[in-house]
Nanobody
């Protein structure tokens, strides 16, 4: 079973950047399909970006494509999310997650219900 710990959240002004990291332990990080999700109070958790374990294929939500970049370092068991051109609408709790079985990945990549393990989250606040 893999444990996930996010870091890098904080407060930033609109137009700024943040880089989130997720450290994985207790499992073989390189075999998991990984994703970043976010949630604001009163709303459902939504997929932001996802990445496959070996090839590193990616998928992004339309709202962040071109601004956010997901990456992973399998040797260090790290998943990153570089967030640029942030807007107040990006304010949320951000979570990293791991999926053990990546079958039909492209269709499932941004679906929270298809992920098996979750971190505790890191808050991102963007002010106007």
């Amino acid at each position: 079973q893999v444990q996930l710990v996010e870091s890098g959240g904080g407060s930033v002004q609109a137009g700024g950047s943040l880089r989130l990291s997720c450290a994985a332990s207790g499992g073989t990080h390189s075999t998991y399909w990984m994703g970043w999700f976010r949630q604001v109070p009163g709303k459902e958790r939504e997929g932001v970006a996802a990445i496959t374990p070996r090839v590193g294929a990616t998928r992004y939500a339309d709202s962040v494509r071109g601004r956010f970049t997901i990456s992973r370092d399998n040797a260090k068991n790290i998943l990153d999310l570089q967030m640029n051109s942030l807007t107040p609408e990006d304010t949320a709790m951000y979570y990293c997650a791991a999926m053990a079985n990546g079958g039909d990945w492209f269709a499932r990549a941004l679906s929270p219900g298809d992920y098996d393990y979750w971190g505790q989250g890191t808050q991102v606040t963007v002010s106007s």
